[in-house]
């Protein structure tokens, strides 16, 4: 098995055309889908030291301008997600989270386990026009403070 001496860099990437971006420790190649309503969803993972780093963002066909509406949507779409990957326990919400302090942003927080026995930490972001989800998880447990800088690392498209 080789083993890399180099340390890991944090880089700041696009996601694809969608406007957004984020932080991570590799890059991911992502994938343009559609949800029901025609919303268009990028989704993208990369796995370094056995650890899955995941983002998914959608642009909202839809926006909602009430953020207390747009955090329901967040939640609704993250237990999809949820059901999506297969999660068979899970700590439950913690809300209350602002991306870089900024106060037209929600986000939620939540430890996952799948039926696999892999270790998920998430965190999902909006602005009413977007909805961004990160997700680190491992077979092993995660390291807390890499996997956060990870799930901090979201950017919405700068207003200008």
């Not at 993208?44 to 780093?53: A, H, K, W």
């Not at 979201?154 to 207003?159: A, E, G, Q, V």
């Amino acid at each position: 098995m080789a083993v890399s001496s180099q340390a890991q860099t944090l880089k700041k990437y696009p996601i694809s055309s969608s406007g957004c971006s984020f932080y991570n420790y590799c890059e991911s190649k992502f994938k343009l889908d559609y949800s029901s309503d025609s919303s268009k969803v990028y989704t993208g993972e990369c796995t370094v030291e056995d650890i899955t780093y995941g983002t998914i963002c959608v642009l909202l066909l839809n926006p909602v301008t009430d953020l207390v509406a747009a955090e329901d949507l967040l939640i609704a779409y993250v237990d999809y997600l949820k059901s999506s990957f297969s999660i068979k326990k899970s700590a439950g919400y913690g809300k209350g989270h602002r991306l870089n302090n900024n106060e037209n942003t929600r986000g939620i927080l939540d430890y996952w386990e799948d039926g696999e026995g892999d270790k998920w930490k998430i965190k999902a972001w909006t602005d009413g026009k977007y909805i961004g989800f990160m997700y680190a998880y491992s077979s092993k447990n995660l390291p807390e403070a890499k996997v956060n800088v990870f799930l901090e690392g979201f950017r919405l498209p700068s207003t200008k």
